[in-house]
């Protein structure tokens, strides 16, 4: 235990000083893309895993977190319009491009939204619960086509990026290290929560979920909590890469990303928090670098995942850490 | 306060044509080790599914320690005192045997949410930890994960689950089936040991642990209660030898 934990420390450690380190490096070699490559990186290190804290630990295989990480880009960009248009939502909120209160917003209706969802989804279980996660962010992703006030399948632009006192967002260097403290604090409060009481109870929910019932626990309104958190880490990523890109589209609630952010959970190493980060980075460069090559990335990306998936129980985190034998 | 911690009136369970619960009265009294016994198939563990709570009863009633529960889900017959082990182990294989103790422990503490302590660190489990994991001779696989235990160990670990908390009426389903001699030694002394602390409700297939165990003994046969009553009486009863223990 004491040993392979502190190979674990050691290498987060080392990834943690790669990230912080890679900005002075890049300006340095003249290279500007890396910073904005790895911020979004980053941003959907974020959202791969609070959709970990779902699955690997949860045990709650949900195919819809797209949805979370859509409506918080949406909240960014619906009220982005109606600052620069002056017109008030819903003829009540004016628009907003404070950060402060924007995306606090999105990770609460993203919060919201999941607390909803959850609540119908959760009453089911294994394949229902799976396709049940994915028919509401379907659904949610054929809304925001048909919402032609904001775009509807074309997306709306974001002309600038939010404001937070202190900071400037539109500088690359500014939001790189931002969306970098963001993730270390969400993964802090995961990697907390998963060993207190109220991630105890949904780690027994997940192993065993008679025994828990059994012992005197009701654990529906634990996993509900739960799923609300990672819907709203979902909605901080949301409303970080609309930031990013500038672009709000409703193909960022469509099921491909749920499917891709899975995939990036897996490559990392289920429940094991900082395997996703891996997964995020590893399945992003990758990507980056084979669709130089050929548009049907896809191609290659596949096997490599097989191979992952079927060699390596934990995940290329587990094989870093050498826990990737231990799992049966 | 009566004597009668668990009163079962009329329990009926149907699965279609088959009457797995039929009519069945049973009662126990605080403080005593009761043994329910019957041939495969008489209903020993549908009986114990609806007096946990995992299956409802068609009809009929359950009055435990003055509380009707025969409707009450699960988790809530838990936290009035009643404890179960399952005929086959269920105990949270992902997590550590002091993690599935501490479970056990917080059960029993009411709801709430905490989302920032270690678990572990918390007074109520650093105070309780340490003797729970003695009670069931856990002590030294307190850091490994239940999945690797032995049979035996997590037949204990089960058993010490279900003791957190200090349930009024223990249900153990079978605790010594698949047990090799050994376990089956160690698990009569832990019951042994329980005696008189706890009362407990044993189904079991191992005559002679039933007979050396119980101090009353309900005979089911087909759902039904055949015959109730104390070792010696059972033994000698013309009913229990001809359907159940003339096979031996």
């Known amino acids: 235990m004491s040993r392979s934990g502190t190979r674990t420390a050691a290498i987060v450690a080392a990834g943690g000083l790669f990230f912080v380190l890679l900005p002075p490096v890049a300006t340095f070699a003249g290279e500007d893309y890396p910073i904005s490559l790895f911020t979004r990186i980053l941003i959907y290190a974020i959202a791969a895993v609070s959709l970990d804290l779902l699955i690997g630990y949860g045990g709650m295989i949900s195919l819809g977190h797209a949805a979370f990480v859509g409506l918080g880009a949406y909240v960014v960009g619906i009220l982005h319009q109606h600052g620069t248009d002056g017109q008030p939502l819903l003829g009540l909120l004016p628009g907003s491009d404070n950060a402060l209160l924007v995306w606090p917003l999105a990770v609460l209706i993203a919060a919201l939204s999941a607390l909803v969802i959850g609540s119908l989804s959760l009453r089911t279980s294994g394949m229902h619960f799976i396709m049940i996660t994915l028919a509401f962010a379907q659904m949610l992703y054929y809304f925001f086509i048909g919402l032609e006030k904001y775009g509807g399948d074309d997306g709306l ?138 548009e049907h990335w896809m191609v290659f990306l596949g096997p490599f995942l097989v191979i992952v998936v079927i060699f390596l129980k934990r995940g290329l985190f587990g094989l870093l850490t050498g826990t990737g034998q231990r799992h049966e | 306060m009566s004597d009668r911690i668990l009163e079962v009136r009329d329990l009926t369970k149907s699965y279609g044509a088959i009457m797995a619960s039929r009519r069945l009265c049973l009662d126990i009294d605080r403080g005593e080790v009761h043994a329910l016994i019957g041939p495969n198939g008489a209903g020993k563990t549908t009986a114990i599914n609806q007096l946990s709570g995992d299956i409802l009863p068609d009809s009929g009633s359950i009055v435990f320690d003055g509380v009707e529960i025969s409707r009450m889900p699960p988790h809530r017959r838990a936290r009035l005192g009643l404890a179960r082990s399952f005929q086959i182990t269920s105990i949270f294989d992902d997590l550590t045997v002091e993690e599935n103790l501490a479970l056990a422990i917080i059960a029993h503490a009411g709801h709430n949410f905490r989302f920032w302590r270690n678990c572990l660190k918390t007074p109520l489990v650093q105070r309780e930890l340490p003797a729970a994991l003695e009670r069931v001779d856990l002590d030294r696989q307190a850091g490994t994960i239940a999945r690797s235990l032995s049979h035996g160990e997590k037949r204990q670990l089960e058993v010490g689950m279900a003791l957190t908390g200090r349930p009024k009426l223990l249900l153990l389903d079978e605790p010594m089936a698949g047990m090799g001699p050994g376990g089956t030694v160690e698990m009569a002394k832990l019951i042994g040991r329980l005696r008189g602390e706890i009362t407990i409700l044993l189904v079991e297939h191992d005559m002679d642990a039933v007979f050396a165990l119980a101090d009353r003994i309900t005979v089911l046969v087909y759902g039904e209660c055949v015959a109730c009553g104390t070792v010696a009486e059972i033994r000698h009863h013309p009913t229990v030898r001809a359907a159940y223990l003339g096979e031996d």
């Open chain 1, 157 to 294: 632009s974001i002309y600038s990026r939010n404001r937070l006192p202190g900071l400037d967002l539109g500088n690359d260097l500014h939001f790189y290290y931002l969306c970098l403290s963001l993730l270390a604090a969400y993964l802090l409060f995961v990697h907390r929560l998963v060993q207190s009481r109220f991630g105890l109870v949904i780690r027994g929910a997940s192993s065993n979920s008679r025994r828990i019932e059994a012992i005197g626990i009701h654990s529906y309104r634990y996993r509900l909590v739960c799923f609300a958190i990672a819907g709203a880490g979902g909605g901080l990523a949301g409303a970080l890469l609309a930031n990013q890109t500038e672009f709000v589209s409703p193909g960022l609630l469509n099921w491909t990303l749920s499917g891709e952010l899975m995939v990036m959970v897996l490559l990392g190493g289920l429940g094991s928090l900082f395997g996703p980060v891996l997964g995020a980075t590893i399945f992003l460069l990758l990507e980056e670098v084979l669709a130089m090559y050929t």
